[in-house]
């Protein structure tokens, strides 16, 4: 079957340090992957989508980046964090976008 | 504009009583519709999907949707409600192969 796996679950670091989240999906192969992010009360927000190695699209534009450096691995980054970076980082995965998506834990991050 | 809205930020209800949380959309074509439950800290569940054909779909914890193409709207029920039932609830949809998310509605359920 199916899994995926995201972390760390929890992160707290300073404002202008790096990030590196990862996710991971087994069970599968040539998944479409996605990162959304949940701030405090508000709900999902799609940041990147990949279906496919190094294919990343976009959606808001920001200091964040992502990158799928191998089939059923995504992981998303920033050079330099800001204090708006802070909340919930969920990544999801889906055989082909229109069978509903399978989510992450999800990693709470806290810019301080 | 193309939206999922979930019009009710919070809801609350007794244990045992009856749910029924709202979610329209409004896209050219019929989406393919979901709903998903958040429980805090935690990732989000599938608890249902739409496709085509019947409207009404059952899904995962007792839950159940009806799609309505007159009124834009798919929303979720569930007959009597437990107090593990408590969590956030999201309506999404997929349109052109990414998935979209209502704000969500927050459920209470009072013993």
């Known amino acids: 079957s199916q899994t995926i796996h995201q972390w760390p679950a929890t992160l707290v670091q300073p404002v202008g340090s790096p990030l590196s989240l990862e996710c991971t999906v087994e069970g599968t192969s040539n998944p479409n992957l996605y990162w959304y992010r949940q701030a405090a009360g508000r709900g999902l927000q799609l940041l990147f989508y990949?279906?496919?190695?190094?294919?990343i699209s976009s959606e808001v534009p920001q200091n964040l980046s992502a990158s799928r450096p191998q089939d059923r691995q995504f992981i998303l980054s920033s050079k330099k964090l800001l204090l708006s970076d802070s909340g919930f980082y969920l990544c999801?995965?889906?055989?082909?976008?229109?069978?509903?998506?399978?989510f992450g834990s999800g990693t709470r991050l806290t810019v301080v | 504009a193309q939206s999922v809205t979930q019009p009710d930020i919070h809801i609350t209800v007794s244990e045992g009583a009856s749910l029924e949380l709202r979610c329209n959309y409004s896209y050219g074509a019929t989406p393919y519709l979901f709903w998903y439950v958040q429980s805090p800290g935690q990732g989000l569940q599938l608890l249902l999907k739409y496709f085509s054909g019947d409207t009404l779909v059952q899904g995962i914890k007792g839950f159940e949707a009806e799609f309505k193409r007159s009124q834009s709207s798919f929303n979720l029920r569930k007959p009597s409600v437990h107090w593990s039932d408590a969590a956030e609830y999201f309506c999404?949809?997929?349109?052109?192969?990414?998935?979209?998310f209502g704000a969500g509605t927050r459920l209470t359920v009072k013993p």
């Open positions: 999404a949809v997929v349109v052109r192969d990414d998935m979209r």
């Open positions: 999801a995965w889906s055989e082909t976008g229109l069978d509903g998506y399978t």
């Open positions: 990949s279906v496919g190695i190094g294919q």
